[in-house]
């Protein structure tokens, strides 16, 4: 193989695969990454049996050819590398790369060993691609971390018509999206659940303004396929039970409270201060009024009092701060509407238009926490 392409090109690519591969590889050829050139590109490959990524850059090939190297190195080294073109050049058992006056040599890793990637699934529909992106970032922001809870770490995807509606949940806070898309004739409506942290990384990559995100699936495979214009990935689908999440959202609220997100999420940043570990922050609300407070006499205390526009009787609420943040920061709106039953039950945010109306699309449900006796 003797290669030659643009430095921002090739860094961008292999950096986006890094991404994917696992840290600690169970076989060596599974830390590696694949080089293969053939008429006018260089495709960049990363598979571990859970996920795959590939992505195609222009080059000018030489002389065409597949190897195998160190991903995480060949991230560090072309993300150092000089504003200068590159050649990548093969060599029996080693690569050289050079860039300017830099060169590097690296050993190869037997190809031969190195797995096929997966098939793309078969195509179920395309959506916006900064749509989608917001979209999951917006949800998976809520799952959870603990992979003894496999069913708590993934994102739901639902697939109604014309209708795509994601999910997760960590038990204390749940976050959902529902968004339109363009889904094929053949696909039917169903239900996967996707790792979160899989799909965040590739929908954060391919999902740019005016790019089209096309998704693939195969339930019986287990297998989810997401592919840009020049970058395709594919993960396995968790194979665990999603909670019956419809059961906890509210029927009906008591009341209600119109505010302005910014303001609120810099006063809890301030009052969660002397909250020991992040415990809790209080909300009581009253006519027109938000009292903050946190802390106690043995560790400090803090309030802050905002104006709100409340509807209903007053109430004294206590939540996670860290969570309320996350819920505030991810309705991408400068209004949020707060809905309540009882201080003990759930709270949901939702974004709000300049009037308070409820904007559609997205909600935020809350666990409170107990509040000393």
């Known amino acids: 193989m003797k290669i030659r392409l643009e430095r921002d090109g090739l860094a961008d690519a292999v ?10 590889p169970p076989v060596p050829v599974l830390g590696g990454m694949l080089l293969d050139a053939d008429e006018g590109k260089l495709t960049i490959s990363g598979f571990d049996y859970e996920v795959s990524a590939q992505v195609g850059v222009d080059a000018e090939v030489e002389t065409g050819g597949r190897t195998l190297v160190s991903g995480r190195l060949l991230a560090d080294i072309t993300k150092a590398l000089p504003q200068r073109p590159v050649e990548i050049t093969v060599d029996g058992s080693r690569v050289s790369i050079t860039c300017g006056s830099s060169r590097f040599s690296l050993p190869t890793m037997p190809v031969e060993d190195y797995p096929q990637l997966p098939r793309m699934p078969e195509l179920a529909g395309s959506v916006q691609g900064d749509s989608f992106s917001s979209a999951v970032a917006q949800v998976a922001v809520a799952a959870g971390k603990d992979e003894t809870l496999p069913m708590l770490t993934g994102v739901r995807i639902e697939i109604n018509n014309d209708q795509l509606t994601l999910v997760a949940t960590d038990r204390f806070r749940l976050a959902m999206r529902e968004l339109t898309w363009q889904p094929t ?3 039917e409506d169903t239900e996967v659940l996707v790792p979160a942290r899989t799909l965040s990384e590739s929908a954060k990559t391919l999902g740019g303004a005016g790019t089209t995100v096309e998704l693939s699936l195969a339930s019986s495979d287990g297998l989810l396929g997401l592919s840009g214009t020049t970058r395709r990935s594919t993960t396995r689908l968790l194979d665990a039970e999603f909670p019956p999440y419809r059961k906890l959202l509210p029927d009906e609220y ?3 409270a119109v505010v302005d997100v910014g303001t609120l999420a810099d006063a809890i940043k301030r009052v969660s201060l002397v909250a020991e570990r992040g415990t809790q922050v209080r909300l009581e609300f009253s006519e027109n009024a938000l009292r903050l407070t946190a802390g106690g006499d043995d560790e400090g205390s803090a309030e802050e009092e905002l104006p709100v526009e409340f509807e209903g009787e007053p109430l004294t ?16 709106a400068d209004r949020a509407r707060m809905l309540f039953t009882t201080s003990s039950r759930p709270a949901v945010i939702k974004p709000a238009g ?4 409820v904007l559609p699309g997205y909600l935020y449900l809350l666990m409170p926490v107990r509040m000393p006796g």
């Open 254 to 256: 008591s009341t209600s």
């Open 354 to 357: 300049e009037d308070g109306e």
């Open 185 to 187: 004739e053949s696909v």
């Open 15 to 24: 950096a986006w695969v890094a991404r994917s591969l696992p840290s600690r």
């Open 317 to 332: 609420i206590a939540f996670n701060p860290s969570y309320l943040q996350d819920g505030l920061s991810a309705l991408k």
